[in-house]
């Protein structure tokens, strides 16, 4: 009997360093993928190596060996001592398949809902198609797994909100704008944050940035980045008038925008509409400015709710995601089973069954003038033609599945003859 | 061949499929889903199309536009809020004004369903293209102004939501500030011409066709007073480049002083436009 096994290890169960290190020993997919192949009674096999996990899948022989082989020839790329082998997590058949799936789905990950692990389990599954080293089994569990993650995305809301703060900035830009093309920003103080946050704005088609802080030499090396343009904190109301957001995070003890400065740069403006970030603890811009007609002033407490609260959502929507998984699993589950030769067979006899009671009943017609005898010899020898056919398939069947390979002929048995309409 | 059937067709299934979008409009408001709106965006305009059906068979049953009937002027001022509606939907992604326009179609072809199928609503002798371009381009235009008051309604709505320092569903579902702005902006732009047109081919129709003295009608007054005042509300605008907020809550204040004012008129005087 073959079965599906999935032995690996996730940001979970094992530190940074061992993941480090395996991730490190599995990169080269071209000479792993047959050093597993090599081992006695794998006969399907697919890696998949991020830095948050590695993770081996394979279609194998119920046997203890097979197993053990595979986690020594996995421990051994990692130099994996054997204490460290707790961390890794072995599966067997539908507790393999619901992994994976949640895998895909990104219900593993360390930030649910991100997409990149897709993305990631799709190249691992073009390697292994790449190196011949997956068949009927893993192909399809591949496909499933895709199917699933899809479904996830657009059945549940787990992608939908942002949980970084300098991504909730861009969606809060995009409600006030529409779009961002064009607008421009100042980015006030060299912070990391404000940095990324002007990155994601820029990646959304914000134009023009301009960075102001006390020491021109940072604002010079930070504008340089973003092709902008940089300038001393003096001139700072003269580039408020121009900015459509704002992003301030210095360190400055008091408020370096007033109420008063803003409105002053409002009056010289066009378009109305102004965006402030204030990421800055304490804070840089007076709460007062918020105050201002068309004027919009998150501070970083009010970003972080917006995480948080999108955060409890997508663990709300996991939820769905979790049923979405179990349906997609019990549907491979049992596509698997029906691989197995005993209910190919059953169908298969069933079917040809059928055929002859139709063609019988149909040629009920001409028979009629028959003596009962001749009936009888007509309905025994059509019955003997469709078991000399049948012959062969079931028995190529008994006998493969008594080996290992049954899954690839019951599966052109069941395409051929048409068992799954 | 007589149409009349095909013409009573059309109404009835634009009648439901408005009423349907308009539901579905309301509905995805209050489950916070934009897939609904999108949807009731569709049915809508199915019900544009039927309604457009529906005119074109009046039409043909009247032998010609400019002797329609009450239903059908109302049901034309359905497919003018449809038309701009929809076209607005190819500008910009604010299904959910929808929420506002959807009713207000549905309230025009209830309105229309009040109405008598085949009275025209001008005697024999005053009919005249005049008269018809009058009524559709003020028709027109004041579902511009209507509009522009909605996206007003919207902007005040999502304004409050980001100001309070917080980010709900509601606002995710709301249309952003920019796009609320803008709508604003081209309905001023477009709605005040047409009902300028829309005057001038009245009062030309009143002088050559009808010979009538109309400039004490209460009707034309309040008309003038409308047109006066969304010229003041483009002038803000455009020459002291009022926007965003304050642009807002004008059109709003403007809009409900109108309909106020709009209904004394009906209640407490007699008019020659008694038919609107």
């Known amino acids: ?421 | 061949m007589n149409f009349e059937n095909v013409e009573l067709i059309f109404f009835a299934l634009a009648f439901f499929l408005a009423a349907l979008s308009a539901a579905g409009y309301l509905f995805s408001l209050l489950v916070k889903r934009v897939m609904l709106a999108k949807i009731s965006t569709w049915i809508l305009a199915g019900a544009f199309l039927l309604l457009t059906a529906y005119l074109i068979a009046a039409a043909i049953n009247a032998h010609g536009f400019t002797n329609l009937g009450p239903r059908a002027l109302f049901a034309f001022y359905a497919w003018s809020a449809g038309a701009v509606y929809l076209v607005l939907q190819f500008k910009t992604k604010t299904r959910l004004l929808g929420a506002f326009i959807g009713p207000l179609v549905l309230l025009f072809v209830i309105i229309a369903a009040g109405q008598e199928a085949g009275k025209t609503i001008l005697p024999e002798g005053l009919q005249s293209w005049l008269a018809t371009g009058h009524l559709a381009l003020s028709i027109v235009g004041e579902i511009l102004f209507v509009l522009a008051s909605c996206a007003g309604a919207m902007f005040i709505m999502q304004n409050s939501l980001l100001k309070s320092g917080k980010f709900t569903s509601m606002s995710r579902l709301l249309p952003s500030l920019g796009d609320l702005d803008r709508i604003n902006h081209l309905c001023l732009l477009c709605g005040f011409p047409l009902l300028t047109t829309g005057i001038i081919a009245g009062a030309f129709y009143a002088a050559f066709v009808w010979e009538n003295l109309w400039t004490s009608d209460p009707k034309v007054i309040w008309s003038f007073i409308a047109w006066l005042v969304y010229g003041v509300l483009l002038h803000q605008r455009l020459a002291l480049g009022w926007k965003g907020f304050r642009m807002a809550a004008l059109s709003c204040i403007v809009f409900l002083l109108l309909l106020l004012t709009y209904i004394l008129v009906k209640l407490c005087f007699s008019s020659l436009h008694n038919f609107v």
């Open chain 1, 1 to 421: 009997m073959k079965m599906i096994i999935l032995i690996g290890l996730n940001h979970k169960t094992a530190p940074l360093a061992v993941r480090e290190r395996l991730f490190a020993g599995c990169e080269d997919a071209k000479t792993l993928l047959p050093e597993f192949l090599a081992i006695e009674g794998v006969a399907e096999t697919l890696f998949l190596a991020t830095c948050n996990r590695v993770e081996v899948i394979a279609v194998i022989e119920d046997n203890p060996e097979t197993i053990d082989k595979l986690k020594t020839t996995l421990m051994k790329k990692g130099g994996l001592t054997d204490g460290e082998a707790s961390c890794l997590y072995i599966y067997r058949d539908d507790k393999a398949i619901k992994h994976l799936f949640r895998v895909t789905s990104s219900l593993d990950s360390l930030v649910m809902g991100e997409t990149q692990i897709l993305g990631q389990a799709k190249d691992a599954y073009r390697q292994a198609l790449a190196q011949n080293a997956t068949g009927v089994a893993l192909n399809r569990l591949m496909h499933r797994a895709f199917r699933a993650a899809k479904r996830v995305r657009t059945e549940t809301g787990i992608a939908a909100n942002p949980v970084s703060v300098s991504f909730a900035a861009v969606e809060l830009a995009k409600k006030i704008f529409g779009t961002l093309t064009g607008k421009k920003i100042l980015i006030v103080g060299a912070g990391e944050m404000a940095e990324l946050t002007g990155t994601h704005l820029v990646g959304n088609g914000a134009e023009e940035i301009t960075v102001a802080n006390r020491s021109q030499a940072q604002a010079a090396a930070l504008a340089e980045k973003f092709h902008g343009r940089a300038v001393g904190l003096e001139a700072l109301d003269d580039a408020l008038a121009h900015a459509d957001i704002v992003i301030s995070s210095t360190g400055a003890p008091s408020y370096i925008i007033t109420e008063d400065m803003l409105r002053q740069a409002l009056r010289k403006r066009k378009n109305p509409l102004l965006f402030l970030i204030d990421i800055a603890v304490p804070r840089d811009i007076d709460p007062a400015a918020g105050e201002i007609e068309n004027v919009y002033l998150y501070n970083i407490d009010n970003l972080q709710d917006i995480v948080d609260e999108n955060v409890k959502m997508r663990r709300r929507e996991a939820l769905k995601a979790e049923k979405i998984v179990d349906e997609e699993v019990a549907q491979y589950s049992n596509w698997l089973k029906e691989l197995e030769a005993v209910p190919t067979i059953v169908s298969l006899r069933t079917k040809a069954e059928k055929i002859v009671r139709t063609e019988l009943e149909k040629a009920q017609g001409w028979m009629t003038g028959m003596e009962n005898g001749d009936r009888e010899k007509i309905e025994a020898l059509v019955q003997g033609i469709v078991n000399k056919i049948l012959h062969a398939p079931v028995a190529v069947m008994k006998e493969e599945s008594a080996e290992f390979s049954a899954q690839d002929i019951v599966a052109a048995a069941r395409q051929l003859f048409r068992l799954d309409e």
